[in-house]
Structure formats: C-alpha cells, structure tokens
C-alpha cells in the first residue's frame, strides 16, 4: 500500500514539474492584425514558445516587442500578458547575416549587428524592418511552434499586432 501512495506522488510530482515548465516556456495568444496574411489571419491561435535569439532559425514567424521609433500605433489599443505591445513577424536575417536589399534602406548596416534580426510581415502593407529597421533580441518573446485553431471565443490572450495590417 505505501508503495501506491510513492507511485502516486511520483506521478503528481512529474505532472507538476511538466506544469510548471510548460507555464514557463510556452504561451497560448490569439493574433490580431493582419500583417501575418495569408501565414496568419486575426483569430488564429497559435502556441508560442519562449526562446532566445540563439534558437531562432531564418523563416521562423517570432513575437517581439517593436523598437520605441515612434510609430505611433493604428486602430485599437494594445494587450498583451504584461501590458507590453507586440507584433507577430518573420525573422528573415539574424546576426552576421548580410541585410536583405529591402531593409537597406532603413538602415546603415551592411550585415544584422550581434543581438538584432530582421523580421518582416507576410503581408505586404506590414510595417516592419523594411521601415523600422533592426529589431532587438531583447524584445524577443518567442517563436510561434504551432496554430493550435481559428479563435472564435472571447477571452483569450490577444497579442495584437502592432501595426494592425
């Protein structure tokens, strides 16, 4: 009997520790703008998990902070889990890699700095490096691993983007 009742709190243990790195490394939000189209449509929801510049590979749709340039922000205001502004992009060059000819003239840099990337929307009306220029590894959240579904409910964390195109 006491060998059922170590089972069972092996057991709660490993579903706790799964739980806790699970809150820890992956976020569920729902998109909101359109400067993921025709990638991502307002309503998906997609699974994020954290990670750092290191991992993130070139084709990788990411969730970052924008850069303080002043844009100032279209349409609604922002939310996110922490009250900071996001945008959901494609990482397109990372450090060393030489600048795509679209950025160049946003910048004054003819390869991506150590720390920053180059992300640009699917969506041709996004506004993102082609305008704003490198985006910082610190303001990366993560990188989108999955759509889990088309949100249709209310409730669930929004990540709008930014320019809301």
């Known amino acids: 009997m006491g060998w059922v009742v170590g ?3 092996v057991v709660v243990a490993i579903i706790a520790g799964v739980a806790r790195w699970a809150r820890r490394s992956l976020v569920l939000v729902t998109v909101d703008g359109s400067s993921m189209e025709p990638s991502l449509y307002p309503g998906d929801r997609v699974l994020i998990r954290r990670r750092g510049l290191a ?3 070139r084709g990788d749709i990411v969730v970052l902070e924008p850069p303080a340039d002043g844009f ?5 205001a922002q939310r996110s889990l922490d009250g900071r502004r996001w945008n959901v992009k494609r990482a397109v060059a990372l450090p060393g890699d030489p600048v795509p000819p679209a950025v160049q003239n946003a910048v004054d840099a003819d390869r991506v700095p150590p720390d920053a990337l180059v992300v640009i929307g699917d969506s041709p009306a996004s506004i993102d490096s082609r305008q704003r220029g490198f985006f910082s590894a610190n303001d990366l959240l993560g990188v989108v691993v999955r759509r889990i579904s088309r949100a249709d409910v209310t409730g669930t964390t929004a990540i709008r983007d930014h320019d809301n195109r």
């Open 55 to 57: 991992r993130v590979r």
């Open 7 to 9: 089972i069972v709190l």
């Open 72 to 76: 100032e922000l279209t349409g609604i």
